[in-house]
């Protein structure tokens, strides 16, 4: 068989093979990823790689590990989800560094966790003086979960006791072009009301729209695919050699 035609087939197969494992093991290895599953995800994509790339094996044999892999994997995680031991031996457990404003040096050292990564993190947070903070989290995903100082907290209207109205979810009605009509339909509306709304905004076709939706308030946005803006803000920087205008 053409080299060419077998690396095509084996990339068709492996990249299918990782999506099906993705998406059974579900969103949480993407978004709340630990050391575990991190370690797991570059043994996955390595293996897909070599069945890909290394035509001098048997493709079935990565395909087999590839399978073997996503099965200890799912095993896994379902194993976590009952026992909550196992889930702390294999996810870990969260860990305090800072606590009424003072690092913890010797959980930072457990964790081999130095000064400055806690700086970064806190910052990322808005957090630049460490004796704001009350309690200081380092997560097994590699987080950092803050919680400031009663005193330094930003006020809210729960603490003035001012009332606020509901504020939900935007609804997609229009996207790419495309209108969406199960969100039509969830909130009542036509494609009729919808036209008209359109045309009080000066779009003529639904085609026209990159993005719209509808806020709890009933005010419709609408994004068009070309903007008529005078000027835009460029923050990058110029080329070499370039003389600002």
Not at 116 to 138: G, S
């Amino acid at each position: 068989m053409n080299p060419y035609l077998q690396i095509l087939i084996r990339g068709i197969g492996a990249f299918l093979g990782v999506l099906v494992i993705t998406r059974v093991v579900g969103k949480t290895q993407v978004g709340q990823l630990t050391v575990a599953d991190f370690v797991n995800a570059i043994v996955i994509g390595s293996i897909a790689a070599a069945m890909v790339t290394d035509l001098k094996e048997n493709g079935w044999y990565y395909a087999f590990g590839l399978l073997l892999f996503g099965l200890l994997t799912v095993i896994s995680e379902y194993a976590s989800l009952k026992y909550r031991p196992l889930r702390k031996l294999i996810e870990g457990e969260p860990t305090v560094v800072i606590h009424n404003g003072k690092i913890l040096e010797n959980n930072m050292k457990k964790l081999i966790y130095n000064v400055d990564d806690l700086m970064m993190q806190l910052r990322e947070k808005n957090v630049f003086n460490i004796a704001d903070v009350e309690f200081a989290v380092a997560e097994p995903n590699g987080g950092l979960s803050v919680l400031l100082k009663t005193q330094k907290q930003p006020l809210t209207p729960g603490d003035m006791q001012i009332p606020t109205k509901y504020q939900g979810i935007p609804s997609e009605l229009i996207v790419d072009g495309v209108v969406i009509q199960q969100n039509l339909k969830q909130n009542n509306l036509t494609e009729d009301w919808l036209y008209r709304e359109l045309e009080k905004q000066g779009v003529k076709s639904v085609k026209d729209v990159m993005y719209a939706s509808l806020d709890s308030e009933g005010k419709l946005y609408v994004d068009r695919k070309e903007d008529t803006m005078q000027h835009v803000t460029d923050i990058t920087d110029k080329l070499p050699g370039k003389m600002p205008q």
